[in-house]
């Protein structure tokens, strides 16, 4: 693990790793870095693009934060297998890419998450690490999967997901990216 990760800096404050297929360099001192022909300019905690040939990029400043009660509302729905007010996060017409699934709508997206919870087992969400972007919420985590088949092993696989904000209002989430496991292949 790259010592800035979980710490932060050198001043105790934080620090974002940028991280590509490429590179992964800590956020808290100024740094050059070439990925894929784009020169990228780190400083201060946020990355600048200074030159990009194939789309406009977006400077972001994020902060490493507890997560909110929308969030962990949310999950505890799903653990609760109960699926009720914590899915209204979700903006009614509000999309998700959940691995290799494709939902449209907060009803689908309930109905999909009950019907996946509801295949023999019962899950339960840690968020272990949030960063708040303003309309960007991103966030890692575990979730322990029971299966109900108790001969078949518990597995907590690792999970990563991407919140946009709906920007009219950003109580509400617009999309929603989230990759867990593979738990086997």
């Known amino acids: 693990m790259h010592p800035h990760a979980e710490s932060g800096h050198a001043s105790g404050n934080p620090s974002l790793i940028f991280i590509t297929s490429d590179v992964i360099a800590a956020i808290s001192n100024p740094a050059h870095i070439d990925v894929k022909g784009t020169r990228c300019l780190i400083r201060e905690k946020q990355m600048t693009t200074l030159t990009h040939e194939e789309k406009q990029v977006t400077t972001l400043s994020m902060t490493k934060t507890a997560p909110p009660d929308w969030l962990l509302a949310f999950w505890n729905e799903i653990d609760d297998k109960t699926f009720g007010a914590g899915f209204d996060c979700f903006a009614e017409d509000a999309t998700c890419r959940l691995g290799i699934a494709e939902w449209h709508g907060r009803e689908q997206i309930r109905e999909n998450l009950r019907a996946f919870i509801d295949t023999g087992f019962t899950a339960l969400h840690d968020v272990v690490e949030y960063w708040d972007g303003g309309l960007l919420k991103m966030f890692r985590g575990t979730v322990t999967m029971t299966p109900d ?16 904000m709906d920007e009219r209002d950003p109580s509400k989430v617009r999309n929603w990216f989230g990759s867990v496991g593979p738990i086997q292949f």
Do not use: C
């Open 149 to 164: 088949d108790k001969s078949k092993p518990i597995v907590k696989p690792v999970m990563t997901h991407f919140f946009y």
